[in-house]
């Protein structure tokens, strides 16, 4: 009955001791993230994580680029990682600004001890470790930035995505749209070659003529096959973003949405260096290793351990002396002594220089995307610039200039090389009117993963 009595005190005092010793938790959501706020990608990667099966509906003709984009958010495993890591790093923190585990402890007297109110057989004890003031907080910041750090590289990845998709896509319309313009050319030479047959035949034309329109014949046939070739490669490279086999077929893209937009370069920069989420990330590691700093030099200061102890005294044989079979119960105090010092320096040392490391990493970043958006912008404007000159100047006058040189030629007042280099010139410029239209867009994709934002467009 003793025993019961002892077990149950012993019991008693571990849970209050444990409970009254159970830190306040204040790193539980360092990010101040509000986990049921999330936005739709990050909420249905959180709903699918681990799922094996398809989250998205099949591609189809109807589908835009906004579809590929959602369906790359949800299924893409690199970006679902990424996202697992932000979760993992965030679940670290209560474990590390958390008391370690108390320790039980059991002794039992292989020769019982005989005192004057009875014999000891047996004792227990509970002891609790505290790492000096300010540790667990220290090591929960540390945490936290790391968590914050992760969350960033997930955005990061979400965006390099998103741009690899747009990028692939964008040069899949471009191929569509020059195997469309080249089939097109191959059939108008064909016609002139034919043309070209015909008045060889009544002497109205000349042999090199047609040898002309047969190896203008050539030259586009081979750069159709290549044009065709190349839908395997830029489909795989798309179906890899999207988590599908590379040889799933893909539907052609139709028309890209041209959108005007605001670009201005201070706005930009500005934003580049204040929301791009690769500097953002390298931000919470300065600040993570700068509290690395301040929580290494804590090592120099002793972490303190109290402690219960119960001894179980039977009652004494003897007599019935005051006291009889009571037992005693022992506090105990102690703390490790910091006594490496120059281990301890070197901890610091250590810590202070991964801080300045980590600054250098942040202004060598900044200095290396600042060159890619001027790079970047340089590309916008070229491709707005390239536009702008085939749509509204060289396609017409190419287009002027074929239906002139075909009229010349009918009323035998032109050559037939006149009409071939018409023709050519025709879908050299249409071909670079579609490069350009695609060379804007992939730009702006890229501005926008570089600034984190969506640019702002013009109204109408």
């Known amino acids: 009955m003793k025993k019961i009595t002892i077990a149950a005190i012993l019991g008693t005092l571990s849970i209050l001791f444990v409970s009254g010793c159970a830190p306040e938790n204040s790193h539980a959501n360092p990010a101040g993230y509000n986990w049921g706020g999330w936005g739709a990608v990050d909420s249905a990667i959180l709903a699918g994580s681990g799922s094996e099966t398809a989250r998205l509906a099949e591609l189809s003709e109807e589908s835009g680029l906004s579809d590929y984009l959602a369906y790359a958010a949800l299924n893409n495993p690199g970006l679902e990682a990424a996202f697992n890591r932000w979760k993992g790093a965030l679940e670290l923190v209560r474990q590390v600004e958390s008391l370690p585990d108390p320790r039980f402890n059991y ?35 540390v945490a936290g930035e790391a ?153 120099y200061y002793p972490d303190f351990t109290f402690g219960l102890n119960l001894i179980d005294t039977d009652d004494s044989p003897v007599g019935n002396p005051s006291d009889n079979g009571k037992d005693p119960m022992i506090a105990s105090v102690s703390i490790n002594i910091p006594l490496w010092r120059e281990k301890y320096a070197a901890g610091v040392r250590q810590a202070t220089s991964r801080y300045f490391a980590s600054r250098g990493q942040r202004s060598q970043k900044a200095n290396s995307l600042s060159s890619l958006l001027k790079m970047t912008l340089y590309h916008f404007r070229d491709g707005e610039r390239k ?56 730009a702006l994709a890229k501005l926008e993963m570089l600034v984190s934002h969506e640019i702002r467009r013009k109204e109408n």
């Not at 998103?162 to 899949?172: G, L, M």
């Not at 919470?284 to 690395?292: A, R």
């Open 107 to 141: 002794k039992n007297f292989i020769e019982e001890v005989e005192t004057r109110v009875g014999p000891q057989q047996q004792s227990f004890g509970i002891s609790q470790l505290f790492p000096w003031f300010g540790k667990l907080d220290l090591r929960g910041d």
């Open 147 to 299: 968590a914050n750090a992760a969350r960033q590289r997930y955005e990061a990845a979400k965006l390099k995505l998103f741009f690899e998709v747009k990028d692939a896509y964008y040069e899949y319309y471009y191929l569509a749209k020059s195997i469309a313009i080249t089939k097109e050319n191959v059939s108008l030479i064909k016609h002139l070659e034919s043309v070209g047959q015909s008045r060889y035949k009544v002497a109205a034309g000349t042999h090199s003529d047609v040898i002309r329109a047969q190896v203008e014949m050539g030259k586009l046939e081979d750069r159709y096959r290549t044009l065709l070739d190349l839908q395997h490669p830029i489909v795989a490279r798309l179906n890899a973003a999207l988590n599908r086999p590379v040889e799933a077929k893909i539907p052609w893209p139709t028309e890209i949405k041209f959108e005007e937009v605001d670009v201005v370069d201070e706005e930009l920069l500005a934003k580049l260096v204040t929301e791009n989420p690769e500097l953002k990330t390298l931000d919470f590691e300065i600040t993570q290793n700068k509290k690395s700093v301040e929580l290494a030099k804590k090592d």
């Open 387 to 442: 536009i702008e000159l085939y749509r509204d100047a060289l396609l017409p006058k190419a287009k002027e200039y074929l239906k002139v040189t075909e009229s010349d030629f009918r009323a035998a007042r032109g050559s037939f090389t006149d009409l071939i280099d018409a023709q050519r010139i025709l879908l050299e410029f249409a071909l670079s009117y579609e490069r350009a239209l695609a060379d804007r867009s992939q």
